[in-house]
Nanobody
Framework: QVQLVESGGGLVQPGGSLRLSCTAS????????MGWYRQAPGKQRELVAQ???????NYADSVKGRFTISRDNAKNTVYLQMNSLKPEDTAVYYC?????????WGQGTQVTVSS
């Protein structure tokens, strides 16, 4: 049984910052790509950022320069530092990870950017 557990969401004003965390636990092998996705109401889930085991990163154009993805391989944890948040960043943020298989999705964490 594999679990991905996200945390760190909340309500923040425009221009503010949040840091999301996601930890994988259970029967997992060496984690490869880990990533963050988000889904706003009425929209499809979209990629926000990905990071490989060797720290190669990939970002959606809408978050480049504002968000930073990082990981701690010893803790099986991926982070998303979100700065200069905008109302359009409001969404449920989900974690995804692969070892030799797709480990699925966490339960999501709500991020709301509003004044």
């Amino acid at each position: 049984q594999v679990q991905l557990v996200e945390s760190g969401g909340g309500l923040v004003q425009p221009g503010g910052s949040l840091r999301l965390s996601c930890t994988a636990s259970g029967s997992i092998f060496s984690l490869n790509t880990m990533g963050w996705y988000r889904q706003a109401p009425g929209k499809q889930r979209e990629l926000v950022a990905q990071i490989s085991r060797v720290y190669k990163t990939n970002y959606a154009d809408s978050v480049k320069g504002r968000f930073t993805i990082s990981r701690d391989n010893a803790k099986n944890t991926v982070y998303l530092q979100m700065n200069s948040l905008k109302p359009e960043d409001t969404a449920v943020y989900y974690c995804n990870a692969f070892d030799y298989r797709d480990l699925g999705w966490g339960q999501g964490t709500q991020v709301t950017v509003s004044s």
